[in-house]
């Protein structure tokens, strides 16, 4: 979409973006109005810090198939679901589950799947990402949790093939995570990323043989802002201008709903720092913070209180602060304590 700006004015407008190409599972735009520091941020937020559902428990009940029982809990891990509402879902360390939920888990913070799949015929079969059905309460929409079927089959991924008489019977726990603890919660499978398609920065340091024009051909973005003449001055103050994105979702959201959390997860990083700064003031921020008008909203605690957006609080200081509680929890792991458990400058 465009947003069309007034060009006869200098009043900085702030942000631009352009959708160029749009699809069920991948858009392509262009960002402006930002520096290259924001620009990557966002990139990176995208690739690791969005929320999203993923198998993360699975208890297996019989498998008499080939594979070993990890090989095909780790498949399962890796089967996008349906992330939709993953907003509503509590993560699982911080929920305190209902009292008639003893296993560490509730319909608050999860969402049970079961596979039960066995042969009987001689021709064997295979087990795919359609055979996992969710059972039990569903608190946060009727498709939460869902595979993430797109092929033209309507099958899903494949799970595993089974002779005849054998069979797999699991359950498996879905819970909220992100892409930076385990790849299995990243929503995307790639975001390309792209500025100064002609190198009219210098910021790439080509190798060649004879020609870098004809060895190094510029991209499809080249057509989208003009080349400098050979002989044109260098200005080594110069910054990038327009940054070009593709990001291109596995199925578990929706393209445009990985942008607006990327952007909603990076104004609450910016809200605890500013707060931070302002030291534990939980009114600093409120004015601006994303530089438009009220501007986004500073959670009431910086070590994870209510806040007006429901995203995840963040990651803290790996050396200040004790490096209390990351984005996934306390800092203990089965090896014992890691380095964002302890303060090496204390």
């Not at 007034?6 to 702030?14: E, Y």
């Not at 993953?86 to 079961?114: A, I, K």
């Not at 870098?212 to 991209?219: A, H, R």
């Not at 605890?272 to 601006?288: F, H, R, S, T, W």
């Amino acid at each position: 979409m465009d947003y069309p700006v007034a060009m006869d004015t200098d009043i900085d407008v702030g942000p631009q973006v352009k959708i160029r190409e749009a699809a069920p599972d991948r858009v392509d735009f262009t960002l402006q109005g930002v520096d290259l520091a924001f620009a990557n941020s966002l990139r990176r937020t995208m690739l690791a810090e969005v929320p999203t559902l993923a198998i993360d428990i699975v208890t297996v009940e019989a498998n008499t198939s080939v594979l070993a029982d990890e090989f095909i809990c780790h498949r399962l891990g890796l089967i996008p679901l349906n992330s939709m509402g993953v907003d509503n879902l509590q993560y699982s360390r911080e929920c305190e589950c209902d009292e008639e939920f003893t296993e560490g888990h509730c319909p608050n913070c999860s969402v049970t799947l079961t596979l039960s799949a066995k042969c009987t015929g001689d021709n064997g079969m295979t087990v795919y990402a359609r055979d996992l059905f969710v059972e039990g309460e569903r608190r946060h929409g009727n498709t939460l949790g869902n595979p993430v079927i797109t092929d033209e089959g309507g099958v899903g991924a494949v799970i595993c093939k089974l002779r005849k008489n054998q069979e797999v019977q699991m359950q498996c726990v879905a819970t909220k995570g992100i892409a930076k603890e385990h790849a299995k919660w990243a929503p995307t499978s790639a975001v390309g990323f792209e500025y100064d398609p002609h190198n009219n920065l210098r910021h790439t340091d080509y190798w060649y043989e004879i020609d870098p024009k004809k060895e190094w051909p510029v991209s499809k973005n080249a057509a989208w802002e003009p080349a400098m003449a050979d002989d044109a001055p260098f200005n080594p103050d110069a910054e990038p201008s327009i940054f070009y994105f593709d990001v291109e979702s596995v199925g578990s959201l929706e393209p445009d709903a990985i942008l607006h959390q990327g952007i909603k997860v990076l104004q609450q990083k910016m809200a605890q720092v500013i707060q931070e700064l302002a030291g534990g003031d939980p009114n600093a921020g409120l004015n601006g913070i994303n530089g438009f008008g009220d501007g986004g909203n500073t959670p009431d605690d910086i070590n994870g209180g209510a806040r007006d957006f429901d995203m995840d609080p963040g990651l803290t200081s790996p050396l200040y602060g004790n490096g209390g509680a990351s984005t996934w929890g306390g800092n203990q792991t089965p090896f014992g304590a890691t380095p964002y458990g302890s303060n090496p400058y204390a």
